[in-house]
């Protein structure tokens, strides 16, 4: 089982960047693909972008491209995000998650998963 420890949330005002951080246990994170959720208050999980074992391939949803970006350092056991221009709609817990199997954007598609980080946008 893999232990996955997001970091990196806060307050920011509209216009604003943070990096979010998810540190992920074990010695196969290279192996398999990672994702990003979030969820806002009253509404489903929601894919905000995902990247594959080694980093070369990326998904994102339309709502966060040319805004957020997705890494990961395999060396370190660690996936990011970068997120730009953030908007008030971006406010939600951020989730890092493990993929089962390959790349995917349903959160079906994800085994493991962290305890959030909290993102709220002001405008």
């Known amino acids: 089982q893999v232990r996955l420890v997001e970091s990196g949330g806060g307050l920011v005002q509209a216009g604003g960047s943070l990096r979010l951080s998810c540190a992920a246990s074990?010695?196969?994170?290279?192996?398999?693909?990672m994702g990003w959720f979030r969820q806002a208050p009253g509404k489903e999980r929601e894919f905000v972008a995902a990247?594959?074992?080694?980093?070369?391939?990326?998904y994102y949803a339309d709502s966060v491209l040319d805004r957020f970006t997705i890494s990961r350092d395999n060396a370190e056991n660690m996936l990011y995000r970068q997120m730009n221009s953030l908007k008030p709609e971006d406010t939600a817990v951020y989730y890092c998650?493990?993929?089962?199997?390959?790349?995917?954007?349903?959160?079906?598609?994800?085994?493991?998963w962290g305890q959030g980080t909290q993102v709220t946008v002001s405008s």
């Open positions: 998650a493990k993929a089962s199997g390959l790349i995917g954007r349903s959160w079906l598609e994800y085994d493991s």
């Open positions: 074990g010695r196969t994170f290279s192996s398999y693909a």
């Open positions: 990247i594959d074992w080694s980093g070369s391939s990326t």
